[in-house]
């Protein structure tokens, strides 16, 4: 079948598709034929989604034993680059399943049992992945909080998930946010912290019978841990989002469909062959470095390069020395990135041999063109497609992206074709469907095996976010067109949520961080375009004292911010406003607010449903001031 038409042959009948990816898997028990199962239709009953119904399995068992069965225990599977050159080490697949069975065991050995929630909060070293990995084995839900939350956002996320073991490292917060707050401490019962020697260890607020040193507590267990062999559905990890109301959402993943989808769309988006090598800048702390570092490369038996330091030091050539050093053949980034490299000149790219690549990828927020066209010129010198994919924390894995491929096209800074199996659909405003060239709201239409099943804790929520803005399809967020080819463009987010180099931020949770400053009434938050950020984050705030208006209580402001939930989160602008422009009925316009902001304000618009128009003038004399 020529690739075009087997694309649609897989839409069209997505069950006997994904039941074909998933033999390419070992299951312990093999799922039921008809193994598919789901409901998007709120009138009918809560909404569900079911793979591989009857398969037992475990992905570490999958990402691991299987190659070393194979005869690739010696094939290294990270390649770890710390920040400073030459502080870097191989890892092999066996030393890999040897060091993640025996953090099953000490994990087991804490009375963490299957389902129960264990928090990662790690810098990105080979122990993060490991760590995640040694959980799936007992099938421990893993909980990865990203390094760059604060504290406050950490123990927020450890209290929700009910966790009592948290793995950390010392060159991270966490042990000092757990000593100084009674309240996690009578929750968390065993903190694993990996040492960082850099950061002595008289440095760590240490709690004697709590805290334990991973080199000394996980080396004395037993080198191999019997996988737990999980159902289909059975939790596999849970990752708190953003969205655009309330707190952060734990984002559920399950087991079999996961796996499936993280291995092919690797298999298929990246074309991944055991034994290629593989280099992804991105973080565990984010779904991109649990599907696309974590899980699909191992599912791949592929050579993973695990980078723990800054892109642009010792100088803005360090990630191309990396792919000279290892001949990376498949290089996934993100467009802030790239951004912010091609500033810096092309002379740092081409001192370094870069003809082992083959493709390029980018992910988490659109590529401009001028950014897609540096990368394809100037980084791939002109031969290596770019796969620009599309998906969401709560997707699992790409759901639109261009087929590397000579049959597809590639369009700079275009999503392009759903990936096999997935139904995506263009909808109007009422939520119907649109045929052929337009824009509009980008909606999928039937299960996919890594979907997210459910919130943690909360399926109302669930189904409110996802499901009932256009009942009976999952509602992305997102908007898109689709043009004369059939190809879909990203347009953005049609929500309250920003994004800031390609971290996923909502502007309630920032005005909420603002807001719990003493000093500040009242905030709103908007996302302005920035040209290495993508978005940046942009408040207009009043205060409960305008006499205040300093840039004292600007940067008291911004570490409230980044106290109550990270770095990534403080605003890029205050701007006072003694008041903000709101209807009558008492609702923000945000619209004249991102007016202001862009200095377009002489577009601003209809505003004679402002409840007091002068508001406008006001915020306008107080711009940069
Ligand atoms: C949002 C999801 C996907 C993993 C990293 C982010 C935006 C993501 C693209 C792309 C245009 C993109 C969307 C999406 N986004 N990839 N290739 N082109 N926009 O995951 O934090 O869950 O954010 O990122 O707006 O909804 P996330």
Not at 212 to 231: I, K
């Amino acid at each position: 079948m020529d690739p075009v038409n087997r694309l649609q042959a897989s839409i069209d009948n997505p069950t006997a598709f994904w039941a074909k990816m998933a033999s390419n898997y070992y299951w312990q028990t093999k799922w039921v034929d008809n193994h598919t199962s789901y409901n998007f239709n709120l009138q009918k009953g809560p909404v569900f989604a079911e793979f591989f119904r009857g398969g037992r399995t475990n992905i570490s068992f999958n990402c691991l034993d299987r190659w070393v069965m194979a005869g690739r225990g010696n094939q290294p599977c990270f390649l770890f680059e710390g920040n400073d050159i030459g502080h870097a080490y191989v890892m092999t697949y066996q030393n890999v399943l040897d060091e993640v069975c025996r953090v099953a065991n000490w994990l087991r050995g804490q009375g963490v049992v299957k389902g129960e929630a264990v928090t990662i909060y790690m810098p990105m070293v080979c122990e993060l992945p490991i760590a995640m990995l040694a959980c799936a084995r007992i099938g421990a839900v893993h909980s990865v909080v990203f390094g760059g939350f604060s504290s406050d956002s950490l123990a927020q996320r450890i209290l929700d998930c009910q966790g009592k073991v948290v793995i950390t490292a010392s060159a991270t917060s966490t042990l000092l946010t757990l000593a100084v707050s009674a309240l996690w401490a009578v929750q968390v019962q065993r903190v694993l912290c990996l040492e960082d020697s850099s950061v002595p260890r008289e440095a760590c607020p240490w709690q004697p019978g709590r805290d334990v040193w991973w080199r000394e507590e996980v080396a004395q267990r037993p080198s191999y841990c019997a996988p737990e062999w999980m159902d289909s559905e059975d939790r596999l990890f849970l990752l708190y989002t953003s969205g655009s109301t309330g707190k952060p959402k734990g984002v559920v993943h399950t087991t079999g469909g996961y796996m499936v989808a993280a291995g092919v769309t690797c298999r298929y988006t990246f074309d991944m062959q055991p034994g290629d090598i593989y280099f992804s800048t991105a973080d565990c702390g984010w779904i991109t470095g649990h599907t696309y570092l974590a899980y699909g490369p191992l599912l791949n038996g592929v050579t993973s390069v695990v980078f723990a330091g800054v892109p642009t030091y010792p100088d803005a050539s360090r990630v191309w020395s990396i792919i000279e050093k290892h001949k990376v053949r498949i290089f996934y980034t993100a467009p802030t990135l790239l951004r912010s490299l091609l500033q810096m000149g092309d002379h740092h790219v081409k001192k370094h041999d870069r003809s082992s690549l083959r493709i390029l990828g980018s992910v988490g927020e659109p590529i401009n063109e001028h950014a897609w066209t540096w990368f394809h010129d100037v980084c791939g010198e002109g031969r290596c497609p770019i796969v620009d994919t599309w998906w969401q924390t709560e997707t699992g894995a790409h759901m639109l992206t261009p087929q590397p491929g000579s049959w597809c096209k590639l369009k700079p800074g275009c999503a392009s074709v759903p990936f096999f199996g997935v139904q995506t659909v263009m909808l109007d405003a009422n939520g119907n469907e649109q045929d052929g060239p337009g824009e509009g709201i980008l909606a999928i239409k039937s299960a996919w095996p890594s979907m997210a099943r459910t919130l943690h804790g909360d399926h109302d929520r669930f189904q409110a976010t996802y499901f009932a803005p256009f009942n009976g399809y999952y509602f992305t967020g997102d908007g898109c067109r689709r043009d004369e080819d059939g190809f879909i463009w990203i347009t953005g987010r049609v929500d309250d949520v920003i994004n800031v180099s390609g971290h996923r931020i909502g502007t309630a949770e920032v005005e909420g961080a603002l807001t719990e400053h003493a000093g500040c009434a009242e905030a709103a938050v908007i996302g302005i375009d920035h040209p290495v950020k993508g978005q940046a984050i942009y408040a207009y705030v009043t205060l409960v004292d305008s006499t205040r208006h300093d840039d004292k209580m600007r940067k008291e402001l911004m570490d409230h911010v980044r106290r109550a939930i990270g770095p990534f989160a403080v605003p890029e602008v205050v701007h006072w406003a003694p008041a903000l422009p709101k209807t009558r009925s008492g609702k923000i316009m945000r619209r004249v607010l991102r007016k202001i902001a862009s200095g377009e304000e002489k577009e601003l618009g209809d505003i004679s449903t402002l409840a007091e128009p002068s508001v406008v003038d006001t915020l306008l004399k107080l711009r940069g001031v």
